[in-house]
């Protein structure tokens, strides 16, 4: 069996390659790792008196982000 290079795969290829082979337990944990690399903070909660102005600085920060 060759040696398969997660690394190299993008979220979606891992993702599926994932599905495909559920007993290959090191593509799990590759798969997990990366979900860990794109998971985001939290923001804000509901409750929050501050919501709209937490939220719409986040946008901002993300647009200026991707802008540059």
Do not use: G
């Not at 007993?23 to 903070?41: K, N, W």
């Amino acid at each position: 069996m060759s040696q398969v290079n997660y690394t190299a795969m993008s979220y979606k290829e891992l993702r599926r390659y994932f599905l495909k082979h559920r007993e290959d337990r090191a593509a799990f944990q590759a798969y997990l790792a990366r979900r860990r690399e794109r998971s985001r903070p939290v923001i804000t909660r509901v409750d929050d008196p501050d919501f709209d102005d937490k939220i719409q600085r986040a946008i901002r920060q993300q647009l200026a982000e991707h802008q540059s």
